[in-house]
Structure formats: C-alpha cells, structure tokens
C-alpha cells in the first residue's frame, strides 16, 4: 500500500498468537484516507502546496521578469493554475514542468509540477506575489511566496567622441538602464575595465528620444593610456564589455626627445639648460644628468615657450636649468630623457666644458686696532669648491686659523652657486706699538696655492 495510505485496525485472531509472530492480513480498502491537518492521505478538498523558487529581472527581453517554482494540487492529477501578479498586474500560467525533486520528497506527486515563465513588468521597484489556484475551490489559494525585483530594460548608450591625447585618451558619449539611475558607463581599453564613469552630463536629446530616463545620462573622462593603438569599448550594467560599441585610437608613443642646449662652467661647478618631452606624456619628464660620471636626476618642469609653441599637445612645462658641482677642469656632461610607457631612454646630447680652477680669491675689507688688539674682516673662497675654506692670520709673526665662514649676501649675491658662507672676521692680541698683520686664503681643494690677501702694519 501506499506510504500515505495507513491504517490503525484492531484484528481479531481466530488462534493464539505468540510474541513476535507473523502472518499476514488481506486488507482492502473500502474509502479514501485523509488527513488533512498535515495534508497527508487522498483529501477530497485538501487546498494546493508549493513554493515560489526565484523572481530574477529578465535577461531575455525588455521589461520582464523570470518567476521560478512548484505547486501540486492533490484534487487533480492534470495542471494546477498559477496567478502570478507583477505589482499590480495578474498573470496566469500553469505547472507542468519537471521537477523530480518535488515527486522525490511528496510521495504521490507527479514529476511535473514545476513552473518556469518569463512576464513583462514595468520598470523600477516591483513586488512579484504567486498564487496556486484551488482546484477544488474549498480552501482558498494559497500563496507560495513574494519576491522584491529591481526591473530594467534592455542598455542603451554609444561613444559620441573617442579621442587620443599624448599619454591619454578622451571620452564622451551617453549611456542609459531605464529603471536603474545608478548605473556607470564603463570604458574598457584592450579588453580590460579602464573606468567606471558617472552619468553626469545633462542629455535632453537622449531623454526626449527614450521616454523614462533621467536627464543626466552622459558622461565624459579623461583615461591614461601609453603610446600606441588601443581598442576603447563601452558597456553598462552587467553586459558584456564592448557591448555598446567600440573604437580604435592611436596614440603618439615612443621615446623621449630633446636637447642640451648649454653647458656653460663656472666657479666650482657648471651650468646645464635643456628640454625634454616624453611622447607617452603631458607632464613633466625626468631628465639624468652625468657630470664626469656622476649622476643627478632632475625634473623638467621649467617654462619654455618655444617648446609650447612648437608641440601645443605637450604644452611649455618641459624645460631644465640646473647649476651642478664639478672639480676644476674639463667637465663632460651628458644628459638623458628617462622613458615613460612605449620607448627607451634617449640621449640628449653631451658637451665638454671648462670649470674655472685656481687660487683662493678675497679682499681684506677692515682691518684695525682698538687698544691692544687688532680687528678685521673681508670674505675668501676657492673657486673649486663652494664649502667655506681656512684663513690664516698672522699678528707679529704669530699665527692664528679662521674660517671664513660668515655670512655674506652681498658676496653671493654675485656668486651665487657659491652661496654665502665666505666671510671671515676676527680680534686678535697685537700688544704695545706698530704690528704688522697678513692674511692668507688657504687653498682647499683643485689646483693653486695659498694668497696673500693683504698685509698691513697699524
């Protein structure tokens, strides 16, 4: 007999009947059994069971809506009719799908009680609520469940302009999910999501040519992007990339160029002017700079109209002027534009220069007595170093070391890679009657010896 079938009988036995004895019985029924508190049994009138499986926005078409589930009415072995309502809009379907995993489970099931349909809705927010229908018409129609769907139409949108910059490319266009006002347009560039960007553009064409969008369905942005072709594509929501159109832009690449234009030597040092333009960029490149083999990264970033003038794309910002510390001598410089994306580093150029070498060089600016010591000051420095250098002072014969070290804006305001830290002064003990003093820059550093710069007798 069937599982929901049971029965609760007394038997009379017509012998007697030990422990754990077994025989059989014949029985056959005369009436359906049912239970209809736990819906068990074959019950005339038992209302319909099952269970709303899934509400999903639709794929499959503009506006719709995919509602998944079961329902088995035990009054009928034919299909049980399904009311499903969109929000407030009913629709009728039936069961008649498979679904063994219902039979597996409701004993006396059919293997075709599931539903699978796809309904149209209006955009937005929507409640979706499905009925079994009794087929009985005694208990009612239960309710199998409801589900909150967001529903939208099928993406729309296009690029209005796909451009390459140095080092960038530039977009604008439009893209709309009528019933989703949160949605992106998403730029992808050689297969890979390059940005997400927000609609922010008022676009009354597009609105007033698709009725229920929101006004602000542009956009525009600005991606980075090295030198060479690039596929752009456009895509919205959760389409594949590129499903809203694609194009193709090349963009200037390659190396960077430039030039050294001076390389000019001076007291402890030279001076180095150029300009450098990386073609993957619109900012400022770096340039290295070797001075005899020794290296200085600097930026150019310095004003230079010409260079403006000639690459408009690229702008002014791409000059160089630097004051770098050399020995005394003859001094090589090279200078090389470091490469950004497509490319390699490029030599600018190098030139040869002479940096001025020699002895000390200073003046003795006072040099008196008060009473028994004598007082003076002046400035000193070597031109084949910007550091502060030893001076001598001799009283008599006597010797004393000074450093010229103190502060002189005035010197270095003619000198200025030397800076200002070249002035001396001091008060040493010169006794009774006339005394002779010198003062000696000593040399430090380079070629040369050490000066006289002045003696006196006070």
């Given amino acids: ?29 005369q009436a359906n059994l049912c239970d209809k508190t736990l819906s068990r049994g074959e019950c005339g009138g038992a209302p319909p069971v099952g ?9 499959s078409g503009a506006g719709s809506v995919r509602v998944t589930g079961w329902a088995w009415d035990r009054d ?30 409701y004993a006396g099931a059919p293997g075709n009680t599931g539903f699978d349909v796809t309904l149209p809705s209006a955009v937005g927010n929507q409640r979706v609520c499905a009925y079994a229908i009794d087929v009985g018409g005694v208990l009612g129609n239960p309710q199998l469940g409801c589900r909150d769907v967001v529903v939208t139409t099928i993406p729309r949108g296009t690029f209005d302009s796909v451009v390459a910059r140095p080092g960038s490319i530039e977009v604008s266009g439009w893209s709309v999910i009528p019933g989703d006002p949160s949605s992106t347009a998403i730029v992808s560039v050689d297969g890979a999501i390059a940005a997400r960007l927000n609609r922010a553009v008022a676009r009354t064409d597009i609105q007033v040519g ?18 060479g ?24 690449g390659g190396s960077p160029f430039g030039a050294l234009d001076v390389v000019s030597g001076r007291s402890g040092g030279v ?96 040099l008196a007595r008060a ?64 005394g002779t003093v010198c003062i000696y820059g000593i040399e430090s550093a380079g070629t040369g010896g050490n000066v006289l710069l002045g003696c006196r007798t006070i």
């Fill in 1 to 29: 007999m069937k599982v929901d079938t049971g029965y609760d009988i007394g038997i009379t036995a017509s012998h007697p009947v030990t422990t754990n004895a077994r025989t059989s019985v014949v029985w056959e029924r």
């Fill in 51 to 59: 269970v709303l499986d899934s509400v999903t926005a639709s794929s």
């Fill in 76 to 105: 009928t072995t034919g299909p049980v009719p399904i009311h499903i309502y969109v929000g407030a809009v009913g629709n009728a379907t039936t069961t008649g799908g498979a679904r063994s995993d219902v039979a597996a489970v």
């Fill in 210 to 227: 698709i009725s229920g969008i929101e006004l602000n369905s542009g956009f525009s942005g600005s991606i980075a992007a090295t030198g």
């Fill in 229 to 252: 072709r690039h596929v752009v594509c456009l895509t919205t929501g959760s389409l594949p990339l590129g499903a809203l159109g694609c194009r193709i832009v090349d963009i200037a």
């Fill in 271 to 366: 001076s180095v002017v150029g300009w450098a333009v990386d073609p993957d960029i619109t900012s400022p490149d770096t340039v290295h700079v070797y001075v005899n083999g020794v290296g200085y990264a600097v930026t150019a970033d310095a004003n230079r109209p010409d260079i403006g003038g000639g690459l408009p794309a690229y702008g002014p910002l791409h000059g160089f002027s630097v004051d770098l510390p050399a020995p005394g001598g003859v001094a090589t410089v090279c200078a090389y534009g470091i490469n950004v994306g497509v490319g390699a580093h490029t030599l600018l150029g190098c030139r040869t220069t002479w940096v001025p070498t020699g002895s000390p060089i200073g003046v003795v600016d006072v």
């Fill in 371 to 434: 009473g028994n010591a004598v007082t003076g000051s002046g400035w000193v420095y070597d031109p084949d170093t910007a550091a502060s250098i030893p001076v001598h002072v001799y009283v008599n014969g006597v010797g004393y070391a000074v450093t010229a070290n103190g502060n002189r804006p005035d010197f270095a305001g003619t000198m200025p890679f030397y800076g200002a830290a070249h002035g001396y002064s001091f008060s040493l003990p010169i006794g009774a009657g006339p």
